[in-house]
């Protein structure tokens, strides 16, 4: 339906990077053994009381800073009541009225413009235990593991109103958590969440529709696609003059589309009440004070300086900084050799791949910073082709070893001589006898023929700037 305008708002839930969980000292740590991580705390038995964790305080605030956010030295933790069978209490520890950060506000790039979206509040809360469904023996069982896991909840304004700057808004706002040291930021392990409240309405309409929940996105595509999907059904109905049911869906990413979940529950269903176990939140004003001088450069900070102080692009400067140890591998590479834009080009293509391949990071692959600058000075030297370079740096994956040792190990130094590179090309053009008669004919585009047939004779070592000279002055001649 054209015409039509979506009003969007999204409820982030980010996991936060403590050692411990919210309440208890059993360790906070994905991927373990069911039910191996829990105590009477978390798995919440009779009598068994929380104990805050500060280290999630601390981080809560440094993210309440960053997203320009009022940090409240106040606030409360409430019970939030439902049944489900991951949530052993009946509850949910969270806050609700008096939350600990509000006001705030993250600008992203969408479409060409910066758009500024409203953070109406970060609050703490724990989470709740993992149900694990097995299709196969139709048992359900639980995993508790998860249970009291430290979150945050990032509620937005009503502020976004397409697919794509949802999207941008979850991805600058995934970069700011990784740059923090805040939260791992992994949509497939559940650390970061995001559920979506959305709604339609007619231009110059100034009251919002009936909105819908959309849960179940598990990455940034699912995302924009549950949402273009729920924007264009509500549309539809809307159309027809048919009513759209504020209701809880679930996105099927293998059918694409949204399945309806439950009927949408309002704030008094949950019947909040003020936690009895737990005191009101006091951030001291010298906490918040320590964690603003203790701030990190954001990742738009960073953008920013790099395209100013390395002359890289704005898309370069953005692959660079997707995560805080791939920036930090790149200025440590730019110390060692002055060639900023061949080292990006180089980290977010070729070593992103290698690592990729290796399910390596930044800090743990054996491409250190020195060895990848070797490896760029000697494409840069000529001694390597690009192809071959490619080689290079996979071997140097795998065995750590330093590019030249690579080189010579496999055997492909680039062939720079000229009186080796003229024979070979004029073996292919002897062996090419058509080919060279029309291009004589001006089928000059043929000349990337020949470049290639020498590449192939030559094993790829062929110098190729060197053969494209070759060959336009051997058939020019």
Known sequence: M???EAVIGLEVHAQLKTKTKMFCGCPNSFGQELNTFTCPVCLGLPGALPVLNAKAVELAVRLGLALNCRVHERSLFARKNYFY???PKGYQITQYDSPLCTGGYLDVEAGGETRRIGIRRIHLEEDAGRSLHDEACKRTRIDFNR??????????EPDISSPEEASAFLKELRSILLHLR??????????FRCDANVSVRMPGDSTLGVRTELKNMNSFKNVRRALAYEISRQASLLASSRPVVQETLLWSASARRTVPMRSKEESHDYRYFPEPDLPPLLVDRMLIDRVRASMPELP???????MRQYGLSDYDASQVIA??????????????????????HWITTELVRVMGESGDTPLTTRVRPSMLTALVSLVKAGRLSGLMAKEVLGRMSKTG????AAMEDLGVEQMGDED???AAVRGVIDAHPDEARRYREGKTQLAGFFVGEVMKVTSGRADPKLAIRIVREILDS
């Open 2 to 4: 054209r015409g039509i």
């Open 147 to 156: 249970s009291g896991v430290p979150l945050v909840e990032i509620v937005t």
């Open 85 to 87: 069978p991951d949530l």
């Open 323 to 344: 995560t805080p140890e791939l920036a930090d591998y790149f200025e440590e590479c730019c110390s060692l050799v002055d060639a900023p834009t061949d080292i990006a």
């Open 300 to 306: 738009s900070e960073r953008r920013r300086r790099f």
């Open 420 to 422: 080796e590179i003229r």
């Open 182 to 191: 805040v939260s791992e930021g992994t949509m497939e392990e559940g650390t």
């Open 401 to 404: 070893e330093d590019p030249a």
